[in-house]
T-cell receptor, first 113, second 113 residues
């Protein structure tokens, strides 16, 4: 079955360390997005990519980096420059065009210890 | 960028009653408004969408209304059933801006039997 998979589900990181969150989809979607959710807040866009080898910053890109070397994969790296990385991270993929049907990953909860 | 606010964050209704979720958006250029349903342990699905040239759209027990002047749109579920229990996300996008999706925070709907 087609779908979008995030891993791991829970992740712990020590302060000062970089960590990479995985997002893979086999839906043949061109667009992939990374969002961050904090308690009581909406989904805030970190980075998005609409085509392989291209990506754009979202509203809160500082302290994060991404790559899109393959259509199926859009990993997010949380760097040590991100001052408050503890949050729930959600990966989304979607078709392009007039009917933008989006699929959500299950999310990764990152905790800095 | 676009800011989408969604209310309420949680909603509990008796089976057979109606459920209403409201979203507001900030960018008047937004012209596409999809709603997604995410069930625990399952993927997400597009349940209904509306474009800015339409004020209301209905699909069986689900309807969406759009008020462009006030910049808000709402999801209405009538005759709720236990299988309607899920997390619902609203989103807004601008078709001239690569359909970049901006999501609300989500509403957890629980239908009590």
């Amino acid at each position: 079955d087609g779908g979008i998979t995030q891993s791991p589900k829970y992740l712990f990181r020590k302060e000062g360390q970089n960590v990479t969150l995985s997002c893979e989809q086999n839906l043949n979607h061109d667009a992939m997005y990374w969002y961050r959710q904090d308690p009581g807040q909406g989904l805030r866009l970190i980075y998005y990519s609409q085509i392989v080898n291209d990506f754009q910053k979202g509203d809160i890109a500082e302290g994060y980096s991404v790559s899109r070397e393959k259509k199926e994969s859009f990993p997010l790296t949380v760097t040590s420059a991100q001052k408050n990385p503890t949050a729930f991270y959600l990966c989304v993929s979607s078709k392009q065009g007039a009917n933008t049907e989006a699929f959500f990953g299950q999310g990764t909860r990152l905790t800095v210890v | 960028g676009e800011n989408v606010e969604q209310h309420p964050s949680t909603l509990s209704v008796q089976e057979g009653d109606s459920a209403v979720i409201k979203c507001t958006y900030s960018d008047s250029a937004s012209n596409y408004f999809p709603w997604y349903k995410q069930e625990l342990g399952k993927g997400s699905q597009l349940i209904i969408d509306i474009r800015s040239n339409v004020g209301e759209k209905k699909d069986q027990r689900i309807a969406v209304t759009l008020n462009k002047t006030a910049k808000h749109f709402s999801l209405h579920i009538t005759e709720t059933q236990p299988e309607d229990s899920a997390v619902y996300f609203c989103a807004a996008s601008i078709s001239s801006n690569d359909y970049k999706l901006s999501f609300g925070a989500g509403t957890t709907v629980t239908v009590r039997a």
